[in-house]
């Protein structure tokens, strides 16, 4: 068989480093955020000039890999000139602005929005949201007693929905969600911040088995006509569990070890592998507890994954751990 | 040097990907991300494949060809772009030669002829070719519905001929990437583990390439390349070779043909199984190995579809005495007689890297902060390259011209007849992967087990229903399996996986015709028929 002499020679180096194409430097934006001038590229959002400034903006809803979606309302600042308080993580810098993050308005603001939230929702496996409730003061008790947990949320339809007695606090309370091996849903602990719902459609997996279903109070993320996952569209990327910002959504593993009371963070070690499946080469972060696997994540900042897997790389690992004899745990 | 020529976010960026032969939704899921992010970007997408997969739903157009038909369409896409003008003549004639040759060997494939051969109609042809052709920039991708012919070699070549004729290659967002089925079977290339390469694809032949290694290891090592799998089977058959030491392979269930492998494994003197598990490949062996998985149980490298060589990192104790793949290696080589000292895996690159030169730049340290770094990458100032080949864009050109490859069609081998006149194509579903080692552990809710899957007119024709029991039956074998109907298939075309081997051996119906320059067998083509079972 004849090959070409190339075949035997490597191909001579390039005379320059290949890159992309040079795009055009945004012109810069100045604004002014609580009395300092601050400079951020055209297209940045006032979330962006507070964290060039390094001012610490509480957020719920935002992940900086989406397009945010406005819905907590926890990030919202004073603009002047503006009749409402705006939200910081989708509100584009413009010239001349001059924005506040620490008025007693916006601290009321959000402090009422956490305070909703906590009242509502089981805070208990979102240690961040806890400590900006104490941070802003948030006093969810005031609200009353906890209402008793619904069973029929999933049916509610709009324009049915039961006013409450006022003397207790009513909550998204449901029973947890098992319907598969792999990930359980307790939506008693869903803020509605949509990240899932935007991990299924079209920011990340493209499945779109789940969406946000009622309206008002009645609001849920559901699958189509409330079906169990095995029964949707889902593939079990798990890439909704990989942004839920409050343990709604879990590992079964995870889920398992919380019911035992042996789920141990101080005991765990998190380190970064590539996944031993296809060749795409997708960073897993391993957390092991005890030499065993008890959760899959990437890491949101890295660009082949940009912290999305699939079943395999998320799941998959059973095996590795299954085989043999118990594993030996190092003296 | 083989490998993927852009990264992943450029496909994020190219107006027009030909998904060819792929997938990639089920095969390279997060690979998917990156094309979806291209079509919502407002890319179109030809998915050219001869199943309507969930990948092709994707597209803006299919080309459902028949299997085997890959080089008419590729050809005729080529003719079109010739005929119509639409080939980039400066670039032609700047950076390849053969262009002549090319043009009167694609000069039979007419739309109406490749029509009749592929049975993909004339005016999608068409479409594909002017949208490709015309693209500012555009990448073609394919997987093994490519090279699991046994002209695979032939299928690649008139796929780079496309970008050769539009200089769709060497440009940002404009390449040619394969992608890659396991999670280092880039980097093992990379590595040396080719019959005829050294790492860093440095040819065994060439004698200065040969003797930088020799003095380096201070050993001879033979001047002339070795066999690859396929040969081995055959060197097994004629008793040439007689002893073999398996690495992290099930050939059992993954080769063709499985009762001809078995036959030739178990005519060897001494086998010796390296694995994670005692697949059914093992359970042949005179010695078994027990390994550490090499991606979360020890220390080292794997290098994916766009060149990144990547670290892995130990996060697990192995189980057991099971042991990291290069200790039990380093361990081997002591015992016989060659003493490497003590395993460490940061040094074995440290040596590979001084060897290397397309590795040269990436130290641990560098491999660490910069998550990976994408070969070449020849000096620790080097960044590495985004996308191969910008050197045939270089005025005046850089280094020889690329030789257009003159491709003939060749049907699959195994023909249609009465007696077997469906055609069975393989592939993997999302869940599970290869012979299910590794995925038959975990709880998918997804998983239905193996099927032999039909389109609804072959089973109505068959008297067959869904989930009914029938025999599979190829000339060199039979199993039984559930039929599973699928409108992704057309009249004539059945498919199954390998994955569930240990109840549906479906390798017992696969050819082992082979492409002679690969070595890939015909997986993706054998002749098959359905019975109904008698009740």
Redesign the interface.
């Known amino acids: 068989m004849n090959e070409p002499e190339m075949w035997y020679k490597a191909p001579p180096r390039p005379t320059l480093i290949p890159l992309p194409p040079v795009r055009a430097t945004k012109p810069q934006v100045e604004l002014t955020v609580d009395g300092q001038t601050v400079r951020v590229p055209e297209g940045a959002t006032l979330l962006d000039a507070c964290m060039e400034r390094g001012i610490d903006t509480p957020t719920v809803c935002f992940h900086p890999n989406y397009t945010p979606v406005n819905v907590c309302r926890v990030c919202v600042v004073e603009l002047e000139g503006a009749r409402t308080l705006v939200p910081s993580c989708s509100r584009l810098a413009e010239p001349g602005m001059v924005v506040k993050t620490d008025s007693p308005r916006v601290k009321t603001s959000r402090k009422m929005v956490l305070e909703f939230l906590a009242s509502s929702v089981d805070l208990s496996t979102a240690p961040e949201l806890l400590a900006r409730c104490q941070e802003y003061g948030a006093r969810p008790e005031r609200y009353g007693p906890p209402a008793p947990p619904a069973t029929d949320r999933d049916s509610r339809a709009a324009g049915h929905h039961h006013e409450p007695a006022g003397n207790e606090a009513q909550r998204v309370a449901q029973p947890v969600k098992i319907d598969n091996g792999l990930y359980i849903r307790d939506y008693s602990k869903c803020v509605l911040c949509y990240k899932c719902v935007q991990a299924c459609g079209d920011e990340a997996q493209n499945t779109f088995a789940i969406a946000v279903a009622g309206r008002g109070f009645d609001a849920r993320i559901s699958t189509e006509n409330a079906v169990s996952l095995p029964d949707s569209a889902c593939v079990y990327c798990g890439n909704c569990i990989g942004v839920c910002p409050t343990g709604a959504l879990m590992f079964k593993s995870e889920h398992t070890l919380r019911a035992q009371g042996t789920w141990d963070e101080t005991r765990q070690k998190q380190t970064d592998t590539i996944c031993g499946y296809c060749g795409v080469g997708c960073t897993l972060t391993l957390h092991v507890q005890d030499n065993t696997i008890v959760k899959v994540t990437s890491p949101a900042d890295q660009d082949i994954t940009r912290g999305n897997l699939c079943v395999k790389g998320r799941f998959g690992h059973e095996s590795i751990q299954n085989r043999g004899d118990e594993p030996e745990l190092p003296a | 040097?083989g490998g993927g020529t852009n990264s992943?976010?450029?496909i994020e960026e190219t107006e027009v990907i030909l998904l060819w032969g792929s997938n990639a939704r089920e095969?390279?899921?997060?690979?998917f991300?990156h094309l979806?992010k291209g079509v919502?970007h407002g890319a179109r997408l030809f998915a050219i494949d001869p199943r309507r997969t969930s990948s092709v739903r994707?597209a803006d157009t299919w080309l459902g060809l028949d299997v085997g038909t890959d080089i008419v369409v590729a050809n005729a896409v080529g003719r079109e772009i010739i005929a119509q003008g639409w080939h980039n003549q400066a670039f032609i004639d700047h950076a390849t030669t053969g262009f002549a040759e090319y043009r009167h060997s694609v000069e039979p494939f007419t739309l109406a002829e490749a029509e009749r051969l592929s049975g993909v109609p004339a005016p999608a042809i068409h479409q594909m070719a002017k949208a490709y052709a015309k693209a500012k920039t555009a990448i073609i991708c394919w997987t093994l519905g490519i090279t699991e012919h046994h002209n695979g070699v032939d299928n690649v070549s008139a796929l780079i001929n496309l970008a050769l004729l539009t200089g769709h290659v060497g440009r940002?967002a404009s390449g040619l990437n394969p992608?890659?089925?396991?999670?280092?079977?880039?980097g093992g290339g990379d590595m040396g583990a080719l019959p005829d390469r050294l790492p860093g694809?440095?040819?065994v032949?060439?004698d200065a390439l040969r003797q930088k290694f020799e003095q380096a290891w201070g050993t001879t090592i033979p001047p002339t390349r070795g066999w690859n799998l396929t040969q081995m089977l055959e060197a097994m058959g004629n008793r040439q070779l007689t002893a073999l030491l398996v690495l992290g392979e099930n050939p059992l269930q993954s080769e063709s043909d499985r009762h001809h492998t078995e036959h030739l494994l178990r005519s060897l003197d001494f086998l010796v199984v390296q694995d994670?598990?005692l697949t059914p490949t093992a359970e042949l062996a005179d010695v078994v190995l027990?390994a550490a998985?090499?991606?979360?149980?020890s220390e080292g490298t794997?290098?994916?579809?766009?060149r990144?060589v990547?670290?892995?990192?130990?996060?697990?104790?192995?189980?057991?005495e099971?042991r990291d793949d290069g200790e039990i290696l380093f361990d081997l080589a002591r015992a016989l007689g060659h003493d490497w000292g003590e395993f460490n895996a940061e040094k074995v690159w440290n040596e590979l890297r001084a060897l290397s030169?397309?590795h040269a730049g990436m130290t641990y340290d560098r491999l660490e902060k910069e998550?990976?770094l994408q070969w070449?990458c020849?000096d620790e100032a080097?960044?590495g390259?985004?996308?191969?080949?910008?050197?045939l864009w270089?005025q005046p050109l850089?280094?020889?011209p690329?030789?257009f490859q003159v491709v003939a069609h060749s049907p699959p081998v195994e023909n249609l007849t009465t007696e077997f006149p469906l055609r069975l194509t393989t592939g993997r579903r999302?869940?599970?992967?290869n012979t299910g080692?590794?995925?038959?552990?975990?709880?998918?809710?997804?998983r239905r087990g193996e099927t032999i899957d039909l389109c609804p007119e072959d089973a109505l024709a068959l008297g067959l229903t869904d989930g009914e029991w029938v025999r599979v039956v190829s000339p060199r074998g039979a199993i039984d399996a559930p039929v599973r109907l699928s409108n992704g298939l057309r009249p004539g075309l059945a498919f199954m996986t390998f994955h569930f081997q240990d109840s549906v051996n479906t390798n017992i119906l696969t050819i082992d015709a082979t492409d002679?320059?690969s070595g890939t067998a015909e997986f993706k083509a054998c002749s098959i028929r359905v019975e109904k079972k008698s009740l």
Not at chain 2, 179 to 186: A, S
Not at chain 2, 302 to 306: A, F, L
Not at chain 2, 430 to 433: E, M, N
Not at chain 2, 440 to 446: A, E, V, Y
Request: charged share 20%; glycine share 8%; net charge negative.
């Open positions: 040097m992943y976010q450029e095969t390279h899921p997060i690979f991300h979806l919502h994707w940002h992608l890659r089925g396991q999670n280092n079977v880039q694809f440095q040819h032949e060439v994670l598990f027990p998985a090499g991606w979360c149980e794997v290098t994916n579809s766009e990144r990547q670290r892995v990192r130990k996060a697990l104790e192995p189980p057991g099971a030169p397309v998550h990976g070449p020849f080097h960044p390259e985004m996308f191969l080949h910008s050197r270089e850089n280094g020889p690329v030789a999302l869940d599970d992967y080692v590794q995925t038959g552990g975990f709880d998918s809710p997804l002679p320059r």
